[in-house]
Structure formats: C-alpha cells, structure tokens
C-alpha cells in the first residue's frame, strides 16, 4: 500500500501519529522528512515502519487539550472576517504587551495555512522541540510561548495542503499535545473568516474568556468583519470588544492627524453590536522597519506612536477580565 492510499484509509489520525513521532525523537528538532511524509512523498512506511493504528476517539483529545488548558487562567481568540486588517500583528503585540507587564503569556497561531506569528516575533528559524510531556512551546521575546504550526517544518515556506477535517484534528492535536503549563492569558490567533479553525476553538475550547474582533476603516471591512461579531454571538462567546488597526495616521513633526484609509467605523459597529471599542492603533512606519529588521516592533520600538496604543489595549482587556473577577 503506498503512502497516498495509507493516509486517506487513516486520515483522521496522521495528526496523531505526527505527534507521537515528534514526542518520540525526544529532544531533536522537528524535521521537514515527518511532514513530506505525511504529504505522500516518501514510503512512510519503509521510513518508520510504523503500522495503521485506530483514531484516537476525538472526544478524548478534546478532554486532553481541556486539561492541558486547565493551568491557563485567560483564553482569548482574536479573530477578523477578513485578511489584511493586521489581526495576527494585534494579537502578537499584545501578547507582548501583556508579557510586559509581568503576566505568564502563551499565543497559539491557528492559522494552518498562512501561519506568520512566528515572522511577526522575529522566530522565523526557530523550531519545537519535544520531551516527555509533550511538545515544548518555543520561548520567544519577552518570554512568551509560541506555537505555531510553521515552526514544525523545515521551512516557512512549504505549504499545508490539508483540508478542513485535517485543519480541525491538527488543532485540536496540538492543544492536546503541547506542554502548555501554567499561564496568565493565551492568545489564539486565528485566520480570517469563520470557517474551520474558528469552529475548532470554540467548540474545543469551552472556557473562552472572550474574542477580540480586529477590523480596519472602511466600508467593506465593516460589512465583512460584522459576521465574525455574529459568529462570536452565536456561539455564545464573550465578545470583548472591536479593535480598530490602521486607524490613523499622526504626523510625528506637526502632531496632526490623518484617515488615511477612511472614515473610522469602529465606533460605529461597535454601538451597533453594544460593544465596546477597546483601541485604534495607528499606522506607523517603524511597524515595517521592525519586520524588515526581524524584530518585535514592541521590543524593536517601544516609544512608537502604535506601541502605545497596543500598551493601552493591554491594560484595557486587563481591567475588563478583572472587573469580571471582581464582580462574581
């Protein structure tokens, strides 16, 4: 039987055995041989003579990533109904934000196919390694634990040519099978829309903490980006609030203030789904300075016109999860 035939009789569970083969080779990085294997390149089985096993049932990696959670205080999706707004910039910068101020962060990169949080934080080579409790998250800047997918191929640019059922069981694996231990907050950032990784994380993830909707001004975006709010209510999660990116733009010489892209309308959708607008976040030319330089722009340029505002949405989403604390 080749590789081709084998993976479509045992779909389900090639995430699986990815992983046990990852946990197995201990210590040593994740190879690009493991994930062409899976693609149906190589013989898999005359490489690791590894026989078909049964599914996990998946009800069972759900309690498992449920309890590897269970040490994480705070769980938050930051999401968008459309690319381009800079949602996976929003939710890196303020896992960093939050790391700043003392708390224990971990950030989760969903998005399968255009994983880019490790560009985003400077950790284009770095790789996950595993030991006997699972997969081990890759420290990044100010400590934060990152975890992507990406960082599990030889190359960011291969690609993951999976469908939706993989996507989903690949998801739930990895929160199953990372050795999160105890957090503050975990960020979870995930790919424009509402499709399968959104589902994924709500249904896997019963205890959200709240979702984070990042839109950007214009028209369209409003339009697009108000079925991520509706996907959030329906699914009965908290919506914490709209983030508005690329708001403005202030002139660092005059001082002066320009809508380079339109009219806000994060005020707008945010009175429309009675929700709060948590920031707007300007534009900043040191933000593609820091990416070309590959560093963090929060570490890169602290003193940055976005930076401050990401520093307040920090403290905002803070002082929101607190009062709820207090409150109950």
Same mark, same amino acid.
């Given at each position: 039987?080749?590789? $081709?035939?084998?993976?479509? #009789? #045992?779909?389900?569970?090639?995430?699986? +055995? $990815? @992983?046990?083969?990852?946990?197995?080779?201990?210590?040593?990085? @994740?190879?690009?041989?493991?994930? @062409?294997?899976?693609?149906?390149?190589?013989?898999?089985?005359?490489?690791?003579?590894?026989?078909?096993?049964?599914?996990?049932? +998946?009800?069972?990696?759900?309690?498992?990533?449920?309890?590897?959670?269970?040490?994480?205080?705070?769980?938050?999706?930051?999401?968008?109904?459309?690319?381009? @707004?800079?949602?996976?910039? +929003?939710?890196?910068?303020?896992?960093?934000?939050?790391?700043?101020?003392?708390?224990?962060?971990? +950030?989760?990169?969903?998005?399968? #196919?255009?994983?880019?949080?490790?560009?985003?934080?400077?950790?284009?080579?770095?790789?996950?390694?595993?030991?006997?409790?699972?997969?081990?998250?890759?420290?990044?800047?100010?400590?934060?634990?990152?975890?992507?997918?990406?960082?599990?191929?030889?190359?960011?640019?291969?690609?993951?040519?999976?469908?939706?059922?993989?996507?989903?069981?690949?998801?739930?694996?990895?929160?199953?099978?990372?050795?999160?231990?105890?957090?503050?907050?975990?960020?979870?950032?995930?790919?424009?829309?509402?499709?399968?990784?959104?589902?994924?994380?709500?249904?896997?993830?019963?205890?959200?903490?709240?979702?984070?909707?990042?839109?950007?001004?214009?028209?369209?975006?409003?339009?697009?980006?108000?079925?991520?709010?509706?996907?959030?209510?329906?699914?009965?999660?908290?919506?914490?609030?709209?983030?508005?990116?690329?708001?403005?733009?202030?002139?660092?010489?005059?001082?002066?203030?320009?809508?380079?892209?339109?009219?806000?309308?994060?005020?707008?959708?945010?009175?429309?789904?009675?929700?709060?607008?948590?920031?707007?976040?300007?534009?900043?030319?040191?933000?593609?300075?820091?990416?070309?330089?590959?560093?963090?722009?929060?570490?890169?340029?602290?003193?940055?016109?976005?930076?401050?505002?990401?520093?307040?949405?920090?403290?905002?989403?803070?002082?929101?999860?607190?009062?709820?604390?207090?409150?109950?």
């Amino acid at each position: 039987m080749n590789t $081709l035939t084998w993976i479509k #009789h #045992h779909i389900l569970d090639y995430i699986s +055995i $990815l @992983v046990r083969l990852i946990i197995a080779s201990y210590n040593k990085v @994740v190879t690009s041989q493991i994930t @062409v294997a899976y693609l149906g390149e190589p013989n898999m089985s005359q490489n690791y003579a590894m026989k078909p096993q049964a599914p996990t049932p +998946i009800f069972k990696i759900i309690n498992e990533a449920r309890e590897r959670l269970g040490k994480t205080k705070y769980k938050i999706m930051v999401l968008s109904g459309k690319g381009g @707004v800079g949602k996976t910039f +929003i939710s890196s910068m303020l896992s960093l934000a939050l790391a700043e101020r003392g708390y224990r962060v971990a +950030i989760f990169d969903a998005d399968i #196919h255009g994983s880019s949080i490790p560009t985003v934080l400077g950790l284009e080579n770095a790789r996950h390694y595993a030991g006997p409790y699972g997969i081990e998250p890759v420290p990044g800047p100010l400590g934060v634990k990152v975890v992507a997918i990406n960082m599990m191929l030889d190359t960011p640019d291969t690609p993951i040519v999976w469908r939706g059922p993989l996507k989903s069981r690949a998801i739930t694996e990895l929160l199953a099978k990372v050795n999160w231990g105890e957090n503050d907050f975990l960020i979870i950032d995930l790919p424009p829309g509402t499709g399968d990784e959104a589902i994924t994380i709500v249904q896997t993830i019963s205890d959200l903490d709240g979702a984070i909707v990042v839109t950007a001004p214009s028209i369209l975006s409003e339009v697009i980006v108000a079925k991520a709010i509706n996907f959030i209510i329906k699914n009965n999660t908290r919506l914490l609030g709209i983030v508005e990116n690329m708001s403005y733009f202030k002139c660092p010489k005059c001082g002066s203030t320009y809508q380079l892209l339109g009219k806000s309308t994060g005020e707008d959708l945010a009175k429309k789904y009675n929700t709060r607008l948590l920031a707007k976040i300007p534009l900043d030319p040191y933000i593609g300075e820091a990416l070309d330089k590959k560093k963090p722009y929060l570490v890169e340029y602290p003193e940055g016109e976005a930076a401050k505002a990401l520093r307040g949405l920090a403290d905002r989403i803070v002082e929101l999860l607190a009062s709820d604390k207090n409150s109950n």
